[in-house]
């Protein structure tokens, strides 16, 4: 059994027994094919070959299969994943929030000195003294009112301060005699006269320009 | 446009298209869809299997086959047809078995009698004394030139199609098909 010279129509010979072939290619290949021994060979030889392997091949049980197979499950359409991880970083950064503070707002509750320590500390604020220095706590204590519960315990850091002797404290006023008193009171009615938010003295220090090239330049 | 492709191709495009829309209609939950693949591809993939060497138990691969093609059938974005996409997961589970066929027969003695029972058992099938012959001599065959043989005379693939199911190029598929109708024509003249 010989080979067809033209190997281009050889080549196609499987799709014209399979009728792959469109009509103007089918005609061109068939008038061939009318001609050539070789070809007509071959075409019977293919028929062969593919009735052989279809009748060696058993039947497939069609159910069998399908009986096995997955389901179809749609796939949900629409869910923006990009989104979402924005929305959960947002709710992670909100719960911590709301952790930190309550954390915050138990720990200053079981410790009321501690509370009332920071409370003073942040609405205190710094009195300058007659004599010209800052006082953050101590003095500034007498010219307030006592605080408004008295079941609160007292500052510390009043107690230190007047411990320091910065100030004159109330177990000592009962020993003071009535010339020591007045200076007492002129000397705290300088400091209400004196006003608490006082400027900063400014030193300017101007340099001579010298070389005569304007400023800036 | 290749010279040997041109004019093929006709009833490739409509076959591509009803099983784009099978399987669109599957994955919309359609479960006849399913059944339709199988009815349209099932014996190719017997014939494949039988070709190929597979002897026993052909329900089970194309069985298989479909499974493993239906799980993944989501992620089949049609490069392909799904046809040729099924031939080459099929190739797959073969080279599967044979190696573990291969392994189970390092362990036993090969059963030489089985194998001629089969062997005559098939040959009384084929009535046809040509189709005998035939199967003969593509038996004589690599088992590469046996698949892409089975593949263009059995199936009507086209080389590139073939490259894809059996992972080759399309100039080696045309190699194997040529030497392997050589082969089988030099047989039959003997």
């Known amino acids: ?217 | 446009m290749n010279q040997a492709a041109r004019g093929a191709g006709a009833g490739r495009e409509s076959d591509d298209q009803v099983d784009a829309e099978l399987i669109a209609r599957w994955k919309a939950g359609d479960e006849r869809a399913a059944t339709a693949l199988v009815e349209r591809h099932a014996a190719a993939l017997a014939r494949f299997a039988v070709a190929s060497g597979e002897r026993s138990d052909v329900d089970e691969l194309v069985q298989d086959t479909f499974v493993r093609a239906f799980n993944s059938l989501h992620g089949f974005r049609g490069d392909s047809s799904f046809r040729t996409w099924l031939f080459t997961i099929e190739r797959r589970l073969l080279l599967d078995r044979r190696r573990a066929e291969k392994r189970r027969r390092d362990r036993t003695e090969i059963q030489e009698d089985d194998a001629a029972t089969e062997y005559d058992a098939l040959d009384s099938v084929l009535a046809d004394e040509t189709q005998r012959r035939v199967r003969a001599a593509v038996e004589r065959l690599s088992p590469t030139q046996r698949e892409v043989f089975t593949l263009r005379v059995a199936e009507g693939l086209s080389y590139k199609e073939i490259a894809e199911a059996v992972g080759t190029t399309e100039g080696a598929a045309r190699v194997h098909y040529h030497n392997a109708m050589r082969s089988v024509k030099e047989f039959l003249d003997e």
């Not at chain 1, 039947?59 to 069998?64: A, K, L, Q, S, W």
């Not at chain 1, 003095?139 to 007292?154: G, K, M, V």
């Not at chain 1, 004196?194 to 400023?215: I, K, W």
Request: charge should be negative; include cysteine; proline fraction near 8%.
């Open chain 1, 1 to 217: 059994m010989n080979d067809c010279m033209n190997a281009e129509i050889r080549d196609q010979l499987p799709e014209l027994v399979h009728d792959r072939l469109d009509a103007a290619r089918r005609a061109e290949i068939l008038s061939h094919v009318e001609a050539c021994a070789e070809c007509r060979d071959e075409i019977e030889l293919l028929r062969a070959a593919r009735a052989m392997f279809e009748a060696q091949t058993p039947r497939v049980d069609v159910c069998y299969v399908v009986n096995a197979l997955p389901l179809a499950k749609p796939r949900p359409v629409g869910v923006q994943r990009g989104r979402a991880v924005w929305t959960d970083w947002r709710i992670a950064a909100a719960i911590t929030l709301l952790v930190a503070g309550g954390s915050s707002v138990a720990v200053l509750r079981r410790d009321p000195g501690t509370a009332m320590a920071l409370r003073q500390t942040v609405q205190t604020p710094p009195v300058r003294r007659a004599d010209g220095r800052s006082d953050s706590s101590g003095s500034s204590a007498q010219a307030r009112p006592a605080p408004a519960a008295p079941s609160e315990p007292t500052p510390r850091a009043l107690v230190a301060t007047d411990a320091q002797g910065s100030g004159i404290g109330a177990s000592r006023l009962g020993d003071l005699t009535e010339q020591q008193l007045e200076a007492l009171l002129g000397e705290i009615d300088q400091l209400q006269a004196t006003p608490v938010t006082d400027p900063e003295p400014v030193s300017l220090h101007v340099r001579e320009n010298t070389s005569g090239a304007p400023e800036g330049a």
